[in-house]
């Protein structure tokens, strides 16, 4: 397990919103924490310590009135920390290149190729295309529609026809070099995470998994490291100090940091 740091920018400016009340109607959100400090300030935070991976995410679609100062944002962060950081909302292959151009290590996709309700192969062929399997991260996140998990789209309020499913999981990584799966019914509660499809993921053995939704303390953290057979990395927003949240950044990092890759026992999980 490998701590993957988020910037999530809306209307201009860093924030932490609960995941599933994003609205392009009028920009709303239900606003967990909004920074006085820019993007690039968590950008060189995670730069100076080495941290790799995080995400920076656009939360207004082209065409808001916040687009523009929502991207000029997202540029200045890749500014501050070239090859260090992921970029995705709104990617598409007309503006990815842009985007590695200016630094991103990998764009993140997930409404280019889920489009109209389900899976778009040719959107999909035409993303590895322009920028390769290397640079390219699947935005697979989901909501639970009975016992299933369904990506999800459009600010994660459309569903697919797509159940996230192992076999989906082996059919797509051939295409990316990693997933990131946000819980999204969970998503900025910091209430606790989502066992089953934690436990899924976790037993699915194949390119790296990052984990968003729910994180809100330690527990939270060793029942995802418990069902995710410590094969998952993870991400944590509204619950961490740095975002208004009860969770020491510092201590975090560590605990992520110091636990070894026996560290679970797979007696303890439920069957």
């Excluded at 797509?162 to 799966?181: N, R």
């Excluded at 994180?215 to 060793?222: C, N, S, V, Y």
């Amino acid at each position: 397990m490998e701590f993957r740091p988020c910037i999530d920018i809306h209307n201009g400016c860093v924030k932490q919103i609960v995941g599933g009340s994003l609205k392009d109607e009028g920009n709303q959100a239900s606003e967990n924490f909004v920074s006085e400090q820019d993007a690039a300030f968590y950008a060189e935070l995670y730069r100076k310590q080495g941290i790799r991976g995080g995400h920076v995410i656009l939360l207004n679609k082209e065409g808001s009135e916040y687009y523009e100062a929502t991207r000029q944002q997202a540029f200045g962060a890749l500014r501050a920390y070239p090859g260090g950081l992921q970029i995705g909302g709104g990617i598409h292959p007309e503006n990815a290149e842009e985007y590695l151009e200016a630094g991103a290590s990998h764009v993140i996709v997930t409404s280019y190729v889920f489009r109209d309700g389900q899976m778009d192969r040719e959107h999909l062929n035409r993303m590895v295309r322009t920028v390769g399997t290397e640079h390219l991260v699947l935005d697979l996140s989901c909501r639970r529609k009975g016992d299933q998990y369904y990506i999800v789209t459009d600010r994660w309020q459309k569903f697919t026809n797509v159940v996230l499913t192992p076999e989906v999981l082996d059919e797509l990584a051939g295409c990316c070099s990693e997933f990131l799966i946000h819980a999204v019914d969970v998503e900025g509660k910091a209430r606790g995470i989502e066992k089953p499809l934690a436990e899924m993921l976790g037993a699915w053995n194949g390119i790296p998994v990052t984990y968003a939704g729910g994180i809100g303390g330690f527990e939270d953290l060793r029942e995802l490291k418990t069902l995710g057979r410590n094969r998952l990395n993870v991400t944590i927003g509204s619950a961490l100090d740095l975002f208004g949240g009860p969770m020491n950044y510092e201590e975090t990092v560590k605990f992520i940091a110091q636990q070894g890759e026996k560290w679970y026992n797979t007696d303890n999980i439920k069957k």
